[in-house]
Structures are given as structure tokens and as C-alpha cells.
């Protein structure tokens, strides 16, 4: 075996999108504009549904955004539509730059030996993502949907991820089934996994990331939370986290490259780029003795 035959050379970040990438809730620069209601009155009213019929808020989110769509006859949003408002998200300071920033340090870091794939999981909307302006920079995004009818209308929710949900598709990066029509159940041993979990890098802002973030720390690999330094509480829940051992760093959401985000994020990736070479050269020893 020689070191261009090694294949676990991949390493994965992972984003959570709102919170992390974006200050605020995808809906609230777009569906929730054009609905002409109030952020906090509509989640709000989620929440309160939700409660009352013991129903998942994340499911309950999304019907009644459809319903408030289309309370009048002759609105009706197309998946064109969700991809256009995407335009409104606004994102943290150094977020468009980062993407390439982070491919090219880690290229020079390990000598071209390694590279990276961006991936984004999120309890927001797929197809609102579809159409954010970094969209290029991620291999897969997995997102919640809408079931889109004959005549292309966004009609009912077809796929909800949740918290906890948000696991399956790590086990999909980590064993490089990435569709939804594969089955991960299947034992895959860990040495022929394409990207394993100590190569993973998960990056999210609260407590809705938690089984993420353990998920990814209890199999090898990292997690950092992020904070918006304009609001105290968020600090206070990444302290949390912090403490608890669910992350590895806390960080205020400051993508430039001079920020002490990216700095700890770095030294992850110096961290993984070590594993990666000690991996290849235990794999090139064993190939040498038989």
C-alpha cells in the first residue's frame, strides 16, 4: 500500500446554518416578510400550538407557514420562490470568505495530502437554502422539506429534521452514503468508512445542536459552539456546552481569518491533518509486512 492509496484523507466540516452561519432564523429575512408577521409574535404562536396539541414545533412551524402562505388564493410559492428570498440572508462577519480560506489552509498544511468538504445539517428549509450565495462551498445540504406538486406549489412538509435527527446524517457523511435513499443501517467496519468521525468538525450555536455535537465528540472527532457577541445569552449557553464537554472550544461567530474562531478552528484542523498522516503511515507499516 503506498500513501496515494489511502482513501480516509477527507476531512468534514459541519455546520448547523441558523445561529451559526446566520445571526437569525432563515425565515425571518424571508417567508416570515412576506407573510407580514411579526418574528416573535409567529413563533410565538408555534410554540403555543405546538404545546396545545403536543405536537413537534419544527413540524408545526412549517404547516403553519404554509397555511399563512397561503391564506389568500392567489399566493402560492414555488420552489424557485424559497431559493429567490434566500438573497435577504444576511450572515456573521467573514462567513463568505471562510469556505475557501479553510480549503486552502488545509491543502498547504498537509501538503495536498488532505482535503476538505463543507456539509450543512439544518432544522431550517432546504429550499431556502438551496439559494444562499455560499451554497457552491458545501458537497450536501440536509434540511427540512416541502412536498412540491404537479404544478411545482409547495403544498406540505415532506422531511423534517429535528434535533436529535440530526444524527442520521452524520453516520451518512461518516460512511459516505450521502442520499436519502441509502440505508446506513448496515454494520460498515470503521476502517472502510470514508470519512470517520475523528475527521469530523461540527460547528453549532445551542443547545438544538447538543446530540450533534456529542454524537461527534464521543466517536473521535470535534465540536465548537458559537456565540453572537451581540447577545449575552448565547455566550452563556456555548459556557454551557463548554463545560459540560460537549464542545471543544467556544468562540464569538467571527469567520475573518484574524478572528479567535478561526484561529481554534485551526488548530483542530492541524489536529485531524496529524491523525490523517499517522493513519497513512500505520497503513503503509501494515502493508509492508505481508
Not at 8 to 14: G, K, P
Not at 47 to 64: F, K, N, V
Not at 94 to 104: K, L, M, N, Q, T
Request: aromatic fraction near 10%; charged fraction near 25%; include cysteine.
Amino acid at each position: 500500500m503506498t500513501k496515494k492509496s489511502f482513501t480516509q484523507n477527507i476531512i468534514a466540516m459541519v455546520y448547523d446554518f441558523d445561529g451559526t452561519l446566520s445571526p437569525q432564523p432563515m425565515q425571518e429575512y424571508t417567508v416570515l416578510p412576506k407573510i407580514g408577521i411579526e418574528p416573535e409574535a409567529f413563533w410565538a404562536l408555534v410554540h403555543e400550538e405546538a404545546r396545545a396539541t403536543s405536537s413537534d414545533p419544527m413540524l408545526t412551524y412549517m404547516r403553519l407557514m404554509m397555511e399563512k402562505l397561503y391564506k389568500h388564493d392567489d399566493i402560492k410559492v414555488t420552489r424557485d420562490d424559497f431559493a429567490r428570498m434566500a438573497s435577504r440572508i444576511k450572515y456573521f462577519p467573514g462567513v463568505e470568505a471562510w469556505f475557501p480560506a479553510i480549503d486552502a489552509y488545509v491543502k498547504k498544511r498537509s501538503g495536498g495530502t488532505a482535503r476538505v468538504q463543507h456539509y450543512i445539517i439544518s432544522a431550517g428549509q432546504k429550499e431556502i437554502l438551496e439559494g444562499v450565495s455560499i451554497r457552491k462551498y458545501f458537497k450536501q445540504i440536509y434540511a427540512s422539506e416541502y412536498h412540491f406538486n404537479q404544478y411545482g406549489i409547495a403544498t406540505f412538509p415532506k422531511l423534517l429534521i429535528t434535533d436529535t435527527s440530526k444524527t442520521q446524517f452524520l453516520f451518512r457523511i461518516n460512511k459516505g452514503k450521502e442520499s436519502l435513499a441509502e440505508s446506513i443501517n448496515e454494520h460498515m467496519p470503521e476502517g472502510e468508512r470514508p470519512i470517520p468521525f475523528s475527521n469530523i468538525i461540527y460547528l453549532g450555536d445551542g443547545m438544538t445542536d447538543v446530540p450533534s455535537m456529542a454524537l461527534t465528540k464521543k466517536s473521535g472527532g470535534h465540536a465548537v459552539a458559537v456565540y453572537n457577541p451581540k447577545v449575552s445569552k448565547t455566550k452563556a449557553t456555548c459556557m454551557s456546552l463548554l463545560n459540560a464537554g460537549r464542545v471543544d472550544f467556544i468562540a464569538p461567530a467571527d469567520y475573518r481569518g484574524t478572528s479567535k474562531l478561526s484561529a481554534r478552528v485551526r488548530l483542530l484542523l492541524d489536529s485531524v491533518i496529524a491523525g490523517i498522516a499517522y493513519a497513512q503511515e500505520v497503513a503503509v507499516c501494515k502493508s509492508e509486512q505481508s
